[in-house]
């Protein structure tokens, strides 16, 4: 689910948490939400992982609206709190909008889209070896 990739300045971009559309995701078929929560735009990530904890969760841990790459360690922080209501197996970790693009501009470089990947690998390396 994407907020908007219209703009690269955070305070124009939608805002709220995920509560109003639960009862529509728990009414859809299916077994991974993928949903923006790098930005503290998305709001409390319970109240997601107290609805959906059936489900699984591609999580949105990196901003391609911003140039610099997260630092893994924010990452694995944020995957540590999804922890708190899905089995490590439930949870994939995404780009928020999948590096969404328009048709006549990507939102973000190549080379900072890749960073953020690098730091998504590092974080993802981390967790493996301490969660399995």
């Known amino acids: 689910m994407c907020r908007g990739n219209w703009s690269r300045q955070e305070e124009v971009l939608l805002t709220g948490d995920y509560h109003a559309l639960l009862p529509a995701f728990r009414e859809m078929k299916v077994d991974q939400f993928v949903l923006e929560y790098a ?15 059936d489900r699984e ?15 893994p360690a924010t990452i694995v922080a944020r995957v540590e709190e999804a922890l708190e209501y899905f089995r490590p197996e439930q949870i994939w970790l995404n780009p928020d909008c999948g590096f969404g693009c328009f ?27 301490k969660h399995g």
């Open 57 to 71: 969760l591609g999580l949105g841990c990196v901003n391609p609206r911003t140039d610099e790459a997260e630092d």
């Open 39 to 53: 930005t503290p735009r998305a709001g409390e990530l319970g109240i997601v992982g107290e609805a959906l904890s």
């Open 103 to 129: 048709a006549s501009r990507c939102v973000n470089e190549e080379e900072h889209a890749a960073a953020k990947l690098r730091s998504m690998v590092v974080a993802s390396q981390e967790l493996r070896e």
